[in-house]
């Protein structure tokens, strides 16, 4: 799978801690204990430590990951060295199905953007627990299709929507995900998130800069504070 880091196989003794893991994922909370044994069976833990690399573009796809804690970027690398983050994924996430279905390699690499544990459940029992488990099936359909639908969004705004209506949405986003009234941490580095809408550094700092002036939010490192969540929407398209 091209990782530089060592999968720890899951044993008897962990099995029972990582079928917890996989109960509490959206794609796995209807399979039973006798499933979900099935599964682990399956399964292998990877730990990745911040910057290390979960595989490179061109790996063999032998299954997906799923993340258990941490943050893991997919990324595209230009030939002149120049990175494009094309999506994000915190805890709960997964990737790298459509491509275990596809027997294709990997068209993106991932890196790890904070310290994570991954579970790689293997292609095999995957399909294996396809077979038996319809439900399994219609939330695995759900997921690719929630995927698509996300992709199809991201090719709207890069192509319709102006650099300052990405940065609103995100920002309102991100408010509405933390639970928090208006404020709210940036879920990564603003280069790192710059590059997921599709902008540079330079021009989301900017755009920040001019909505800070607008008295529309303040920006402390990381932390975002919406002042004015009513016209902050009107910039939102």
């Known amino acids: 799978?091209?990782?530089?880091?060592?999968?720890?196989?899951?044993?008897?003794?962990?099995?029972?801690?990582?079928?917890?893991?996989?109960?509490?994922?959206?794609?796995?909370?209807?399979?039973t204990e006798r499933e979900l044994?099935?599964?682990?069976?399956?399964?292998?833990?990877?730990?990745v430590a911040r910057g290390e690399m979960v595989f490179r573009r061109g790996d063999a796809c032998m299954g997906f990951h799923s993340v258990v804690y941490g943050q893991i970027k997919?990324?595209?690398?230009?030939?002149?060295g120049g990175e494009k983050?094309?999506?994000?994924?915190?805890?709960?996430?997964?990737f790298g199905e459509a491509l275990m279905f596809l027997d294709k390699d990997y068209v993106v690499s991932a890196q790890a953007l904070a310290d994570t544990l991954l579970l790689h459940v293997g292609k095999e029992v995957v399909l294996n627990e396809l077979e038996r488990h319809p439900g399994f099936a219609r939330k695995m359909l759900a997921s690719l299709s929630q995927r698509l639908h996300s992709l199809m969004a991201d090719v709207e705004a890069y192509s319709l929507r102006s650099g300052t209506e990405r940065v609103v949405a995100y920002l309102l986003q991100g408010a509405r995900q933390s639970g928090a009234t208006h404020s709210f941490r940036l879920e990564t580095s603003k280069t790192v998130i710059a590059s997921r809408l599709n902008l540079t550094p330079e021009h989301f700092s900017r755009i920040l800069h001019d909505l800070c002036a607008r008295m529309l939010?303040?920006?402390?490192?990381?932390?975002?504070?919406?002042?004015?969540?009513?016209?902050?929407?009107?910039y939102q398209g």
């Open 1 to 31: 799978m091209g990782h530089r880091h060592q999968a720890i196989i899951i044993m008897t003794k962990s099995k029972i801690r990582i079928q917890d893991f996989l109960a509490r994922m959206p794609l796995f909370s209807e399979l």
């Open 37 to 47: 044994d099935h599964l682990a069976l399956g399964t292998t833990e990877v730990n």
């Open 74 to 80: 997919l990324l595209l690398v230009s030939p002149a």
């Open 85 to 94: 983050v094309v999506r994000l994924i915190g805890p709960g996430g997964s």
């Open 217 to 234: 939010i303040s920006v402390k490192g990381r932390e975002i504070t919406i002042l004015d969540p009513v016209n902050l929407r009107h």
